[in-house]
Structures are given as structure tokens and as C-alpha cells.
């Protein structure tokens, strides 16, 4: 299921980046098998649910970078693993942002690797602060 999962990121990723550029979207997870589609749209409902939480959190453990100057394909992937971390308690979070690392590696650059890294190591550190942002914020995504 790991490889699948790898691959299920990876699909979810390509979803936010294209909405993130105001694209339409076609959501499909039917390559996958029913527990790799339950893992792909669990996470893609997730990563939309807990997006403006999300860009608050990288912007706060973000140093010296603001959110609209990170590329999209980085800012989405830090999205992705928030995402995962919150809605997924049984995948540790050293997996996600090991996972969340190589996207960054395979789809930008071995610096991006680092740089999403960095951000998500220093909000993994300030978790219990983390989940007092998530336990104070109200969602206001529209439903689609």
C-alpha cells in the first residue's frame, strides 16, 4: 500500500496545483485500488477542508518566507502534508514529511527538498501549538 499511497500523493498534488492555478479539476481516483482511492480522496478532501488553516500554519513556522513567494508546487505540498498530519493519525508524522520531501525533491528540486524540510521539522516541533491553531480555527471553504 506504500508505493500506492506514494502514488495517491502524488495524484492528490497534481489536483491542488491545478486548482491552486485556478484550473478545473477532474477528480479520479479509479487507477487506484478501494483502499488506495479511500486514502486519495480522504487526503484531497482534507487537503481542501484544512487549506486556509494550512497557509496559516506555513506561514507562522515559515521563517523569512511568505506564502505568496513560495512556488505553487512547494506551497501546495506543504498544504498536502499539513493535510495529511491532521486527517491521518496513524501515519507517523516522520512518514509525511519524508513523503511530502521527496514529491519536493521528484517534482521541483533537491533544495526544495530541503527548504520543505526545514518547514514542516519546525511545525512537527511546535505540533501542540499546531493543534491549538487547528482546535481555534473555523472553516469557511464553500462546499463544491
Known amino acids: 500500500m506504500s508505493k500506492e499511497r506514494t502514488r495517491c500523493r502524488e495524484k492528490v498534488l497534481q489536483l491542488l496545483f491545478q486548482k491552486d492555478l485556478g484550473q478545473e479539476v477532474e477528480v479520479d481516483f479509479s487507477d487506484f485500488s478501494p483502499q488506495g482511492q479511500a486514502f486519495a480522496y480522504r487526503l484531497y478532501d482534507g ?13 507562522r513556522f515559515s521563517k523569512n518566507w511568505k506564502l505568496e513567494r513560495m512556488g505553487a508546487l512547494e506551497r501546495n505540498i ?13 501515519i507517523p508524522q516522520a512518514v509525511t514529511v519524508n513523503e511530502a520531501v521527496e514529491l519536493a525533491k521528484k ?15 519546525n511545525i512537527v516541533r511546535n505540533w501542540e501549538e499546531v493543534k ?3 482546535e481555534g480555527f473555523v472553516d469557511v471553504t464553500p462546499e463544491n
Do not use: H
Open 47 to 59: 487537503a481542501l477542508q484544512y487549506k486556509d488553516l494550512a497557509d496559516s500554519i506555513i506561514s
Open 132 to 134: 491549538s491553531l487547528k
Open 107 to 121: 517534482y521541483v528540486s533537491p533544495e526544495a527538498g530541503r527548504f520543505v524540510n526545514g518547514i514542516l521539522r
Open 78 to 90: 506543504l498544504r498536502l502534508a499539513i493535510a495529511e498530519m491532521f486527517t491521518f493519525s496513524d
